[in-house]
């Protein structure tokens, strides 16, 4: 089955910094989403980006699926935005997502 | 956005007894459900696809007769946990897939259910 990686598994930051997340992919896909899972478990769908750049206030995203990665980034970080962040991929509609073991973001005032 | 809910969001329960979650499309319909178990710091493992209408499609490695799986309309599958053991003790996230949503692809998912099993 597909596979994904994410990159760094773990990031400290200190409150104002920027970062960048990465996703790789190992097969073509059709869909991609990026998740940021709150201290309670919940997920929150932050992109749902198969291919191409989209941005939502401090966050943006890029996916380039020729090359099989996608990047979160995230400006003036805050340290709300701590929590852990998951890429999860899927190759065909009718198929479940699969996800990458996540980043672990600390944003420390 | 679409909105999923679970029900209930954590539960504690003695070994050997059963227990149902609840996840619910609240605002849209929901031919496919997906159910995901996720251990302490760890990512979301894939448990079975739920279809509407039809037998469950478990992954290998999850007893299809410990976790019951019932889609019986479009908005509403359950997942029973039956015997349950301190093992079974873990994070339970269902999502939802809308066929109609012009996001066909896109997945929406509940905020989960902690079973605590002693």
């Known amino acids: 089955g597909i596979q994904v990686e994410q990159s760094p598994p773990d990031l400290i930051l200190q409150e104002g910094a920027n970062s960048t997340l990465r996703c790789n992919f190992s097969?073509?896909?059709?869909?991609l989403q990026w998740f940021h899972q709150n201290p309670w478990g919940q997920l929150i769908n932050l992109f749902y980006i198969p291919s191409g750049t989209k941005q939502n206030g401090r966050l943006s995203a890029t996916t380039v699926a020729t090359e099989r990665y996608s990047l979160l980034y995230i400006s003036s970080s805050q340290t709300t935005d701590s929590g852990v962040y998951f890429c999860?991929?899927?190759?065909?509609?009718?198929?479940?997502?699969?996800f990458g073991k996540g980043t672990r973001l600390s944003v420390i005032a | 956005g679409a909105v999923v809910s679970q029900h209930p969001s954590w539960v504690i329960c003695k070994s050997g007894t059963s227990v149902k979650i609840e996840c619910r499309s609240l605002d849209f319909q929901a031919t496919t459900m997906f159910w995901y178990r996720q251990f302490p710091k760890q990512s979301l493992m894939l448990m079975a696809t739920?279809?509407?209408?039809?037998?469950?499609?478990?992954e290998q490695g999850v007893e299809k007769d410990k976790f019951l799986i019932n889609h019986a309309s479009l908005t509403l599958s359950t997942l029973t946990v039956t015997s349950a053991h301190p093992e079974d003790s873990s994070f339970y996230i269902c999502s939802a897939r809308s066929p109609r949503d012009r996001l066909y692809n896109e997945q929406f998912f509940g905020p989960g259910t902690r079973l605590t099993v002693l």
């Open positions: 097969d073509s896909v059709n869909n």
């Open positions: 999860a991929v899927a190759n065909s509609g009718n198929t479940p997502l699969v």
């Open positions: 739920s279809n509407e209408g039809s037998k469950a499609t478990y």
